[in-house]
């Protein structure tokens, strides 16, 4: 298996700028979650899905971001419009409901807001 | 508001050492408990998972549960250089979904 694939790997884009960051969980895996990652906050959880479904959202930052995932092997984490606080690492990672929890994450999307 | 707590660090041992990595946790319903390796400039990986209170040994690293202190720690033994890293202690919220919190980690230095 590839593993947890995510696109684009880099993304330097200026304030204000629509931002799509992509990716494809493992196949079988039922739970997707997106995370945000920075050196003052850590690891973040801002939105997980089930079976396709969003679960909880709570730690969407605001409106500007949403999250989608219109089938079992693809979902999207947009920003709109983003902002110079959006530069981070954003994570995807998946897991199996049943069995041992573990996440699997992909390789990350370095995202750069000027 | 659910937390887990972590030294961020850094931790500095000497190659051959055992480094001892601690956390905390809020949530007294938690159950599963995790220790995610992350290199710099990487993702984080899964190392060990613990559901037990006492200890869970696997080769060099063994984690240790005491769910009554809400206390989860990580001994590595004989630590190496390829040990150094950044390691994210994480919690699963009771419940059937997988939703963890993750604390800000603790960067581990092994000193040839």
Known sequence: ?114 | QKEVEQNSGPLSVPEGAIASLNCTYSDRGSQSFFWYRQYSGKSPELIMFIYSNGDKEDGRFTAQLNKASQYVSLLIRDSQPSDSATYLCAVKEPGGYQKVTFGTGTKLQVIP
Not at chain 1, 66 to 87: C, G, H, V, W, Y
């Open chain 1, 1 to 114: 298996d590839a593993g947890v694939i995510q696109s684009p790997r880099h993304e330097v884009t200026e304030m204000g700028q629509e931002v799509t960051l992509r990716c494809k969980p493992i196949s079988g895996h039922n739970s997707l979650f997106w995370y945000r990652q920075t050196m003052m906050r850590g690891l973040e959880l801002l939105i997980y899905f089930n079976n396709n479904v969003p679960i909880d959202d709570s730690g969407m930052p605001e409106d500007r971001f949403s999250a989608k995932m219109p089938n079992a092997s693809f979902s999207t984490l947009k920003i709109q419009p983003s902002e110079p606080r959006d530069s981070a690492v954003y994570f995807c990672a998946s897991s199996l409901t049943t069995g041992g929890n573990e996440q699997f994450f992909g390789p990350g999307t370095r995202l750069t807001v000027l």
